[in-house]
Every structure is written in C-alpha cells, then in structure tokens.
C-alpha cells in the first residue's frame, strides 16, 4: 500500500492526472538517445493507456523492456517496415527520429538528413492516423513544423491544432538557470519562452517573470545567453556523442501530459509551444512559439506575448529575421517543384 502511494506521489511529480480518458501514444524514434527515456517516462504517464514504439532499429527491444515496467499501459514495438500498423488508432505521435548535433554543429546543420525524415513521417502519419496530433521534437524545429505541416497539407489532412513544435526544453532550462540565479524552486519558478527553438530565435521574457524582473546587466546577459546556448554545454560535455537525451525525455513526456491533460477536456492549460501562428503571419512570419491554452481539439488559443521590455524587443528583432529564413527553409524543402 505504502509503495503504491510512493509510486503514485512520483509519478504526480512529473504527470497530472486528474482527467479520466487515456490516449494511445506513438513515439517514432523510440530507440534513440531521446526515444527510450522518452519511452520510458510515457510508460509512467497514467494518461496513455497505449504505448506504440516505432524506430528503424531497435523499437520491438526497447519496447519488450519497457514493457515490464508495472503501470496499466500496453506497449508495443514496431520493426522498420510496420510504420502503419504503429501508428494504428494512435492519438498523438512524438516524433524524436533524426540525427543530433555534435560538437561545432547548429541546429541548421542537421536540416538535409532531418527533413527528409520528418517529411516521410509525416506523410505515414497522414496516411495511417491523419488526425493525430503530432509533437516534433526533431531539429531544426524551426524547419520540421513547416515541413510536417507542408507534408500533412499535400495530403489534405493539415490541422493546424494538432500540430506542435516542443520547446519545452527551452521553458525547462530557463526555470532552472534563473531559479540557480535567485535561489528559488525551479517549478515554481515559471518563465515564458517565445518564438522559436535555436540560438538567437529563443526569446526568454524574463521581465514577466517575478522573479526575472529584477535580473539587470552582465547578469541578463549572461542568462539569456545561457537559455539560448544552454544546448550546446551538453553537446560538448558529451563530446561527439550527441546533444541532450535525458532532459529532452523529460521535456518531451512533460509537454506530452500538457497535451493529453487539454485533450481530456482539463480548462487552463496553457505552456509555449511553437506553432501555426497569427502573431507575425502579417511580417511573413506564420509559425512561433508563444503560450498556448491546449484543450479537447489541441491548440485552443494563441495567447498574445503581452508586455515585453526594451531588452526583449531586441531580442525578438534579433530572432524574427532568423526564424523565417528557417521556416521558409523548410517550406521550400516540400513545395511541389
Ligand atoms: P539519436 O541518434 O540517438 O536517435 C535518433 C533515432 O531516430 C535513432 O534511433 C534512429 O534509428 C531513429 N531514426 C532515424 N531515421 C528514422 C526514421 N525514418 N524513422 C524512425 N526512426 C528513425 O538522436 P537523439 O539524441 O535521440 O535526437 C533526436 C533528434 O532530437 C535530433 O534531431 C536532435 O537534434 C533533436 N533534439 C531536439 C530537442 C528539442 O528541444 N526539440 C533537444 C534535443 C535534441
């Protein structure tokens, strides 16, 4: 009984759980780096009631030893040439499938084996499961939305409220760095993290924060710079062997709860996420990341980005420009010849 309740208060640390329908999930990629934590952390959410890994190498592994981990959910691994029946009846599709960084790369460098991925996943998913709501974890994420969503429009299936960029892991890294600044519990400690997910195109707005506010100087500079380069300590820490795993699986299964938690009809559920956007359609611009409520269809509302400082509408000037060349750059990768 006692373990019960201990197992029940962890998993509550990561998940909510207080909607009752339970979702289907796939993870494309599932047996890398990202996939198999990532895996693993959705077989803990009481929310998926069916776990569908699908890698081309690797997912029936991954899936039989995640399988014995003792929550409800099903899982089943998917072999190269089953990318149909892994996405059967599924709700929402993660796709973490790509290659990562290493060492001396941006992001934009992983764009020409990364697209064409992306792009052929999306194309099985709108044939197999075309009103699933798929979470792209794959970088350049500022290129693989506007490919998934280009790849799901030629099909005639593109929803644009069922289509997400996680930057979760943006939102994750400013919270820690700025609660390590002002000594604060870093879930307690929100940030908003708008427009997109690489470098200068990362926009903290910490002087909505209580606790940002008040960070000034070399001290803003400093930490602005963290959360926009925080990817690369942990591409050289690793030294070649990829960029960020585990603490991308958290923000991946974290984002995913938000998701489900808006899908089982939860009201106030609202994180940044990078996706078809009004905001700055007018400037060219038609995807961004800024706080999104989720609810029973996906994206319910596009939350404005409110009131910014000086320093922050420095930063957005710095990352609009950027951003388009990678949406376009994307864009153009799909369009018909
Ligand atoms: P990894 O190389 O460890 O794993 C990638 C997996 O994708 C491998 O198992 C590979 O077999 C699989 N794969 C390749 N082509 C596939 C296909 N057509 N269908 C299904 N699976 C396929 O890489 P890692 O570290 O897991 O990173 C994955 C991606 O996530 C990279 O593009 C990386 O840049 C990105 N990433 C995104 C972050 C974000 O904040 N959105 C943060 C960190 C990484």
Redesign the pocket.
């Known amino acids: 009984m006692l373990c019960r309740a201990a197992l029940r208060s962890s998993s509550a640390r990561l998940f909510s759980t207080s909607a009752a329908r339970q979702t289907k999930v796939a993870v494309?990629?599932?047996?890398?780096?990202?996939?198999q934590p990532l895996s693993l952390l959705l077989k803990s959410d009481p929310l998926v009631s069916s776990l569908s890994l699908?890698?081309?190498?690797?997912a029936p592994g991954v899936a039989a030893d995640v399988s014995h981990v003792d929550t409800a959910s099903e899982v089943t691994g998917y072999p190269?040439d089953k990318?149909d029946a892994a996405l059967d009846g599924v709700q929402v599709v993660v796709i973490?499938?790509?290659?990562?960084?290493k060492p001396g790369m941006t992001?934009d460098d992983?764009f020409n084996t990364?697209a064409s991925?992306v792009r052929?996943?999306a194309t099985a998913v709108a044939r197999a499961s075309p009103s699933a709501h798929i979470l792209?974890?794959?970088?350049p994420?500022n290129s693989t939305v506007p490919i998934v969503a280009a790849a799901l429009e030629k099909a005639g299936v593109f929803d644009p409220r069922r289509l997400f960029?996680?930057?979760?892991?943006?939102v994750v890294r400013a919270q820690r760095f700025l609660a390590g600044i002002v000594e604060s519990d870093p879930r307690q400690t929100p940030v908003t993290v708008i427009g997109g997910?690489s470098g200068a195109t990362i926009v903290p707005l910490l002087s909505q924060s209580q606790y940002g506010k008040g960070i000034k100087g070399e001290t803003y500079d400093k930490l602005v710079h963290r959360i926009q380069f925080g990817?690369d300590e942990v591409v050289k820490a690793k030294d070649g062997a990829?960029?960020?795993?585990l603490s991308?699986a958290y923000?991946g299964a974290k984002f995913t709860n938000l998701l489900l938690r808006g899908l089982n009809g939860e009201k106030g559920v609202i994180t940044p996420t990078f996706v078809r956007s009004p905001l700055y359609e007018s400037q060219g611009i038609d995807f961004f990341s800024s706080s999104v409520e989720l609810g029973l269809q996906g994206v319910e509302k596009i939350h404005p980005i409110g009131d910014i400082s000086p320093e922050e509408e420095k930063l957005l000037a710095a990352c609009l420009p950027e951003l388009k060349k990678n949406i376009e750059k994307g864009k153009a990768f799909v369009a018909p010849n």
């Not at 990829?242 to 795993?245: C, E």
């Open positions: 494309l990629g599932a047996g890398g780096g990202i996939g699908y890698d081309i190498r690797g190269a990318i973490p499938a790509g290659v990562p960084r992001r992983l990364n991925i052929d996943l792209v974890i794959s970088n994420v960029g996680i930057t979760t892991l943006d997910h990817g990829g960029s960020a795993t991308m923000a």
